[in-house]
């Protein structure tokens, strides 16, 4: 049987340690490195940097390494949905489409093209198989686990892909690439996606896909606080960045985003974190992906998560057809946002999501 799996690796210390760990079992290894944006970004990207890194390990456990540029795939189906959706307002998730479009599509069928059985990532999920039917589980470490980003995985893709890292802690991988005298084992995780990189170049780099459009900042109750430098750099919940001063309400108490009007361009805003505009049972998705292929027999015992690193949350699905579905959760969920995705699980068993349209 052919052995060899080749590894997309990052230059991070997630997916040294996957070459790593393939590489003592013996398993005939190669790495790839994807790079995924083109442009004058230095200030935001850090991809050369990160080639280097990928290189230095790859020398060091005496690994063949590719560069594959996928920039074209990225813009078609990632970027230009990133940019769309800021344009109505929306707050979308492009790590969950980079997932299924680049690594687990364009990186997978480059892999297969170069004679790989399978391919391997430095995710912290479990791909678990029985008789021909793949599953995704929560990675170990629950600090860690990325199933939320991989819920648009389908059987294809697990069925040919390893996440050796899945069932260790973040802690003991660094201590693997340390002992195994890999340059980057104290190497920062990476934040955010590559285009942006860090949260304080947001709103520069958005500039200059889209017009900026500033207006007026109002409270829950219609009072004029402040003013906004354009709806698109804003999403429900944020805190920091809102400018407002003293002299509105309790002074104690920070403001937080609660709406975004589109039609008058007016960000809407409440004080405290517990005011209950910003808090909602329900919401309605669509775009519906279950990673069995068809909606689960038993929709029963359900739980979902509506951000990354959110501990589960109770929740029934009601009105659900192919495309569109309605979740009512147990109790109120602090700012749930349009774009963003509504995953489920059963226990330790992530069965796919949706994309949040609007919250009630």
Known sequence: MNNRIIVGISGGVDSSVTALLLQKKGFDVECVFMKNWEGNDDEYCTAEEDYKDALAVCDHLGLPLRSVNFSQEYWDKVFQHFIDEYKKGRTPNPDVLCNREVKFKAFLDYALELGAEKIATGHYSIIDELNGDFKLLKGLDPGKDQSYFLYLL??????????PIGDIEKKEVRKLAEESGLVNHAKKDSTGVCFIGEQKFFKEFLKKYIPSNPGMIETIDGKECGKHDGLMYYTIGQRKGLGIGGGYGKLEAPWFVAEKDLYRNVLIVAQGHTHP??????????????IRGLVPEDLSGLSAKIRYRQSDQKCKITELSQDRCTVVFDKPQFAITPGQSVVFYRDNECLGGAVIDRRK
């Open 154 to 163: 389908g059987q294809n893709a697990l069925s040919k892909s390893i996440f």
């Open 277 to 290: 505009a910003l808090y909602h049972k329900q919401l309605f998705a669509d775009q519906i992906h279950w």
